[in-house]
């Protein structure tokens, strides 16, 4: 399986710290962010990935390259102008050709097994799968209701309208990493910005399966100073382990 990795945003909620530097590459002990989720997914056996670029993007093409020193082949897909997540993976599209292919955001740090995530989603016959975590300020996020088969309902109130089995079991917010089948990218429109949960909920309006994939491993998104400065202090303590270059 292909992945995608967005690099892309211009991250004005950290800045100064990003003025000068894309947040992806903001350092976490040994590595950039980036890097964290590059061998992230090399260790699950996903070698082939494109990373969508925008802010500084010279300065990711040549930390990362074409990726052989990770072990990795790396392309990009260049953003003159923000695409989001929506407009951003469907000008990825032709790289995955025509096959289910992972997206990671490349500033978050996570603790998954993308290797198990991708085997739900194959066992699903999913249209897209979701990796899902309990958190208690879950509204804030946006909340992901799921039913007992943890399959997904609706995502912020939209979606299945249905009811019987479509009862709510549970709710958990979004942790930014999906598998998806090219086929939830049909309607986006191409050149033109646009998130891709509206593609979800449009999906999850026609029944199609979304599945949820619940972990309970450490997640943080680095998108503010202090979120910043939380997930060094939990590398400092061990709660979380820093990736190893070797294979």
């Given at each position: ?7 892309a ?18 350092p976490l ?5 980036l890097?964290w ?19 500084r ?6 930390a990362?390259?074409?990726g ?8 990009y ?8 997540t ?30 198990d ?17 309990d ?33 709510v ?36 309006e ?42």
């Amino acid at each position: 399986m292909k992945a995608m990795v967005l690099a892309a945003g211009l991250g004005t909620r950290l800045r100064p710290l990003t003025d000068s530097i894309p947040k992806t590459l903001l350092p976490l002990g040994s590595y950039p962010l980036l890097v964290w989720n590059l061998l992230l997914l090399r260790k699950h056996g996903v070698t082939d990935i494109v990373i969508n670029l925008h802010h500084r993007s010279d300065q990711i093409r040549q930390a990362i390259g074409s990726g052989a020193q990770y072990g990795l082949q790396v392309t990009y897909s260049p953003e003159p102008v923000l695409l989001g997540t929506g407009g951003g993976i469907k000008k990825a599209e032709a790289h995955f050709q025509g096959e289910p292919f992972l997206v990671l955001n490349g500033d978050t740090i996570v603790d998954l097994d993308l290797a198990d995530m991708i085997a739900c989603h194959h066992r699903n016959q999913a249209i897209a799968t979701m990796a899902l975590r309990d958190d208690q300020d879950v509204d804030r996020w946006g909340a992901i209701e799921l039913n007992d088969h943890d399959h997904v309902l609706r995502i912020n109130g939209k979606g299945s309208t249905k009811g019987g089995s479509r009862r709510v079991a549970s709710r958990r917010m979004f942790a930014g990493v999906h598998v998806l089948d090219p086929l939830l990218l049909r309607d986006v429109p191409p050149g033109v910005f646009s998130s891709i949960i509206d593609a979800y909920e449009a999906w999850l309006e026609r029944d199609a399966i979304v599945a949820g994939y619940v972990f309970s491993g450490y997640w943080t998104d680095v998108g503010t100073p202090e979120r910043y400065e939380q997930v060094q202090q939990d590398l400092a303590a061990g709660h979380l382990h820093s990736p190893s270059l070797v294979p």
